[in-house]
């Protein structure tokens, strides 16, 4: 998996500073969350996500990595979420600041920092919540075809 990983940092141009201990590390920690649908995986089902992905100028390192189960992982395929696209989903949600930092368990001020492009979104329930507001978008799309 670090090769994999290595060679598409490469690819891209990337930092790469993950060493196979963080790696390691990485899996050894982990409960078998997927921290985006939030069910239960088998350590060797779950799968390296570059939060911010590499073709989108992500480092190949230890803070710029999930373990994730495949299907999310597939699903987020290069999507990173911006502080634009967060505010629109959350206007087109009815949703303040507040209750966007609440529903994400996280600070206003945080929700402010992302919104003005101040900070990398790194929130594993920024990006559950644009996924699902994606996905549910595409199907509307998808239903307005037929």
């Known amino acids: 998996m670090l090769n994999a990983s290595r ?29 985006y649908c939030e069910r ?24 710029n990595l999930l373990l994730v189960c495949a299907g999310c992982n597939a699903r987020k395929k290069g999507l990173t979420v911006t502080g634009k696209a967060l505010r629109e989903i959350r206007n087109q949600l009815g949703l303040t600041q507040q209750e966007l930092a609440d529903l994400l368990e996280t600070s206003l001020n945080t929700i402010s ?15 559950r919540l644009a996924l699902k507001y994606l996905q ?11």
């Open 7 to 35: 060679t598409r940092s490469k690819v891209a141009a990337v930092a790469d500073d993950l060493t196979a201990a963080e790696l390691e590390k990485l899996f050894g920690d982990s409960d078998g969350l997927c921290p």
């Open 136 to 146: 549910g978008q595409r199907r509307t799309k998808g239903h307005q075809k037929a």
């Open 40 to 63: 239960l995986f088998s350590k060797e089902a779950l799968t390296l996500d570059h939060v911010i992905p590499l073709v989108a100028g992500g480092a190949n390192s230890l803070f």
């Open 113 to 127: 920092r992302w919104e003005i492009g101040a900070m990398a979104i790194r929130s594993p329930g920024a990006i």
